[in-house]
């Protein structure tokens, strides 16, 4: 009897913190269908319900919302990094894991001291190296630099190529399989969950950010920013009475790819975290 009063105690204490953590995802929702295009604090519904907001969004650009460029500039920046990054990190987490080469624990203690500090601290400096490079207020800039140090987010896959059994490899190489082949007909197919969770995160690192995308874009032509540097303009002072019900308009659909990538990877999500966290 106690342990189900517990549990229902327990399951109660939870739905409240669920309610009230939904509560501003609900208002931003509801926000978007509203006719009034400022922040509304009287209602918490929209008196009156409309989707002009959206044809708004998609269809009628202007000089402060220019929400379609924003999103292929976000998206072609997202894919790009989501292949170099991966990439580098698969690279980097295998050869430390299955290659033995001189001076490999010696690199790899002082990848992670470097992980140690926060990424914040080199931003002027990259800003300045790309600036003279004439690499600011590009696609090709930020591309750079989200890509640039992300092999050293190898250690969790790392962790999970440990675990695959060295016999496999040295089998391999028995039958004359060269390290290209056994990355890719071994490790890979083996490690699946895993490479999936670092294709995610490759993914939504520079979907999302906007410290360093604020930092490279310089140019006062909305067709040039981000989604993050689009959707922060609109909140401006000037702007934010006649824009906040686009900004919702544009933060719910920024949400929208997140969520169906996570609904469609959740399972090898959820085996890939847990996976790396066991086994490594």
């Not at 319900?49 to 292929?72: G, I, M, R, S």
């Not at 790309?130 to 962790?159: E, F, H, N, Q, R």
């Not at 056994?182 to 995160?201: C, D, G, R």
Request: with cysteine; aromatic share 14%; glycine share 8%.
């Amino acid at each position: 009897m106690k342990k189900t009063i517990k549990s229902i105690g327990r399951h109660i204490f939870l739905a409240a913190l669920a309610f009230v953590w939904l509560i501003p995802i609900f208002w931003l929702i509801v926000t978007t269908f509203s006719t009034q295009k400022g922040i509304n604090t009287n209602h918490f519904f929209p008196e009156h319900w409309t989707l002009a907001n959206y044809h708004q969004l998609f269809f009628e650009t202007d000089a402060a919302a220019n929400f379609p460029a924003w999103f292929k500039n976000s998206m072609i920046i997202g894919v790009c990094c989501c292949i170099i990054s991966s990439m580098f990190v698969i690279m980097t987490a295998y050869a430390f894991s299955c290659i033995r080469f001189k001076g490999r624990k010696q690199l790899m203690s002082f990848s992670l001291i470097l992980g140690m500090f926060p990424g914040v601290l080199s931003m002027i400096a990259m800003y300045f190296v790309l600036k003279l490079m004439g690499l600011t207020d590009s696609i090709v800039g930020l591309i750079i630099v989200y890509s640039g140090a992300s092999g050293l987010g190898y250690l969790i896959l790392k962790g999970f190529f440990d675990t695959i059994p060295t016999s496999l490899h040295e089998a391999a190489k028995l039958e004359g399989a060269s390290e290209a082949t056994i990355f890719a007909k071994i490790v890979v197919p083996l490690s699946k969950p895993m490479i999936v969770y670092t294709v995610i995160n490759s993914f939504l690192n520079p979907w999302m950010d906007f410290m360093m995308a604020r930092l490279m874009i310089k140019s006062k032509d909305a067709a040039d920013w981000t989604m993050a540097i689009g959707l922060f303009n609109l909140l401006q002072r000037a702007l934010v009475n006649q824009y906040f019900a686009i900004f919702c308009c544009g933060g719910l659909m920024v949400a929208v790819p997140i969520s169906i990538l996570f609904i469609v990877m959740q399972k090898f999500y959820v085996e890939g975290v847990t996976g790396g966290a066991v086994k490594g």
